[in-house]
């Protein structure tokens, strides 16, 4: 990968114009999806047994009887030396500890934070799909677990506001948001990252031939795709087009020439 610096600026200035427009749609998003004031939270240990409860519902591909991969463990070992900052692990039933820093720089003129980790390659892979045609609007990056408990609250709240009862709206919105403590994004290691001109956070992202590049592209530049359609049954998440999540360029390259999920490359590790 060359550095562009030329190309670099000029994508930090779009990405300030565009920072104005996602900050108004992803509030509208927000808003559609998490709206009303603060509720009860529920307890972590119900949140988990909710979620597991969604992930097990029809829709999510059952787990499928095909033949135990083998992955160089040494080679897997080796590559966790070098990346541990990176490849931290967090999910349905591994909480992100406390003590976990995060290393935050400001992306997209301030509008958001990720990890200084990630930001070289970001700007890298984002200057390289501009190059190709394909331009994108990071709709969230880092999200703090108090910011995470409060989306949380406000969605049961607005659901309780439309008629659902407090274990309905609970159950609707842990198939939304991870409890607190059990998202990526706390790690800042994580973007969700739409397709310019498609705003919707949903399967329609895959359709896009920017995010097909990414798709493809994004492991060099030390990118997954976390959540892929042919892993669910590994992630317990449904397909998430749109989530990428940095974990080093070994390690993605690894992953991507294996096949394997963060949590494959985990199971790999001991
Ligand atoms: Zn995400």
Same mark, same amino acid.
């Given at each position: 990968m060359k550095r562009n610096k030329k190309a670099i600026a000029s994508l930090l200035g779009v990405l300030a114009i565009e920072g104005v427009i996602i900050f108004l749609l992803s509030c /509208?998003? /927000?808003? /559609? %999806?998490m709206s009303g004031e603060s509720a009860t939270a529920m307890t972590p240990s119900a949140a988990l047994a909710q979620r597991d409860r969604n992930v097990s519902k029809p829709g999510i591909a059952p787990a499928k009887a095909t033949a135990i991969p083998s992955y160089d463990k040494k080679e897997i070992k080796k590559i966790w030396k070098e990346s541990k900052n990176t490849l931290v692990l967090v999910n349905v039933e591994k909480k992100l500890k406390t003590s976990y820093h995060s290393s935050l720089i400001p992306i997209c003129q301030g509008r958001l934070q990720a990890s200084e980790y !990630?930001?070289?390659? !970001?700007?890298?892979? !984002?200057?390289?799909?501009?190059e190709e045609g394909y331009q994108f609007f990071i709709a969230s990056a880092y999200r703090s677990r108090t910011k995470q408990q409060r989306l949380i609250d406000d969605g049961v709240r607005n659901r309780m506001r439309h008629g659902a009862t407090y274990d309905e709206a609970i159950k609707k919105t842990y198939e939304k %948001?991870?409890?607190a403590g059990h998202s990526e994004h706390e790690t800042g290691l994580a973007l969700d990252i739409l397709c310019s001109g498609n705003m919707n956070m949903n399967l329609s992202q895959k359709e896009e031939p920017g995010n097909q590049w990414l798709c493809k592209n994004c492991h060099k530049y030390g990118f997954i795709l976390r959540y892929p359609e042919s892993k669910e049954h590994v992630t317990n998440i449904a397909y998430e087009p749109w989530h990428f999540r940095y974990v080093g360029e070994s390690a993605a390259k690894y992953m991507r020439e294996n096949d394997m999920t963060l949590e494959e490359f985990w199971d790999n590790m001991e």
């Open positions: /509208t998003w /927000t808003r /559609t %999806i !990630l930001y070289e390659s !970001l700007v890298q892979m !984002l200057a390289d799909a501009r %948001i991870m409890p």
